[in-house]
């Protein structure tokens, strides 16, 4: 019956996103990733799942709406088409590649480098031609997020001899996810009724438990734990518990909206999974950061 009642567009999607998932799953049950973890770090095993899945969903809209994805690229770049298919491919290729480990660090790399690019040549300039629209500097700053995950993943993966490159990297990411967050913060103090987390432009829909209560609880969190992330201090346990603050979001606000709105692409499947792979990319910000002096197993 969902074959029926869903579009194709969206079933693809949401079955691309699904073989990721069972990748995941086999991947941490033959590493005994899951045995292995203590306390929260259990949590944070989640971070690469929760970034790849949407990521490959994303990749799978290049092959079922190609015209519309051609659209949006400046008219200078040629061969719309062929990049629309190359980064397709990359982004479900690459969403497996986080979840199984084979070649995690290139394709984390390729990740970080590939969302830096899509802010420098299509969405900054567009921002830029949009100043009084702040839902415009919302997705280059989202964007930046992404590749502050991913690159925070390529810190995390990279070799002991080369500590000191990683320390940079995860530096950079650090402030790639603090800064956004900051500024979603503000966002969401001053606009209450816009969906929280990634403060976009649509209303929280009434029928939402609690209403704005959870934008403003967002904000609060974001207001902490963006400024422990800007100034370096308790890194790791600010990660995390902004990481968990976006994944509550994600459960009382999203993933209902997903359930009403099972059938749309852009109000449903798009909005969970834009909100799951920003959780993804704090997570695994989380997991790059060095761990507490005083007790290796608390977040704190």
């Known amino acids: 019956m969902a074959l029926l009642v869903i579009p194709s567009t969206v079933i693809w999607s949401y079955g691309v996103a699904a073989v990721v998932l069972a990748a ?53 770049i040629p061969w719309h088409y062929f990049w629309v298919y190359l980064v397709g491919a990359c982004f479900i290729a690459g969403g497996l590649s986080l979840v199984t480990g084979i070649q995690a660090r290139l394709a984390a790399s390729l990740f970080a480098l590939t969302f830096f690019l899509f802010v420098i040549l299509m969405e900054a300039p567009a921002s830029a031609h949009q100043l009084r629209n702040r839902f415009a500097l919302t997705i280059v700053l989202r964007e930046i997020s992404f590749s502050g995950g991913a690159l925070a993943l390529a810190a995390r993966l990279t070799e002991e001899q080369h500590r000191r490159g990683g320390h940079i990297l ?10 956004p967050v900051l500024f979603y913060s503000f966002e969401q103090f001053m606009h209450g009724d816009h969906v929280p987390a990634v403060p976009l432009e649509p209303l929280t829909p009434t029928y939402i438990y609690g209403h704005a209560i959870w934008t403003y609880l ?7 734990t963006g400024a422990l992330l800007f100034v370096g201090k308790k890194t790791r346990a600010a ?25 749309s692409l852009d109000n449903g499947l798009n909005y969970v999974f834009d909100t799951l792979m920003y959780c993804g990319a704090v997570l695994l910000l989380a997991d790059a ?3 507490s002096r005083q007790n290796s197993q608390s977040i704190s």
């Open 239 to 263: 990660a995390t518990w902004l990481g968990l603050t976006v994944l509550f979001v994600e459960l009382v606000v999203y993933v209902p909206i997903g359930v009403v709105e099972r059938a």
């Open 289 to 291: 950061m060095p761990r």
């Open 170 to 179: 995860a530096t950079i990411a650090r402030y790639f996810i603090a800064i």
């Open 218 to 224: 967002a904000a609060v969190a974001y207001a902490v």
């Open 24 to 76: 995941w799953l086999v991947a941490i049950s033959l590493r005994g990733d899951w045995q292995k973890a203590q306390g929260f770090d259990k949590l944070l095993l989640f971070g690469t799942l929760f970034y790849a899945a949407p990521v490959a969903a994303f990749g799978t809209e290049h092959f079922t709406l190609t015209n519309a994805i051609a659209s949006i690229i400046p008219a200078w």
